[in-house]
C-alpha cells in the first residue's frame, strides 16, 4: 500500500528497521522493568512487527526463524 509505514521502512533500508528493531527493544525492556504488563505487551507488538519487517527486506522467512528456535 502506498504511503504506508512499511513502504516508507523498506525504502529507507535495513539500517533504519535496524534501528527500530533496537529503539523497540529498548522500550520494551525499559517498560518491563517498570512492571507495565499493559504497555509491554504494546511494546512487544511493536518489536515483533519491526522485526518482521527486517525479516522480509532480508529475505529471512518465518519458518527459517523456527528452525533456528527448534536448535536451541
Do not use: C, W
Request: aromatic content about 6%; cysteine-free.
Amino acid at each position: 500500500m502506498d504511503g504506508s509505514y512499511t513502504n516508507y521502512l523498506f525504502d529507507k533500508g535495513i539500517e533504519k528497521i535496524g534501528k527500530k528493531v533496537g529503539e523497540e527493544a529498548i522500550e520494551a525492556i525499559i517498560s518491563a522493568s517498570k512492571g507495565d504488563k499493559e504497555n509491554t505487551i504494546q511494546e512487544l507488538a511493536d518489536l515483533f512487527y519491526h522485526a518482521l519487517v527486517m525479516m522480509a527486506q532480508m529475505g529471512i522467512t518465518p519458518e527459517e526463524v523456527e528452525e533456528e528456535l527448534k536448535k536451541r
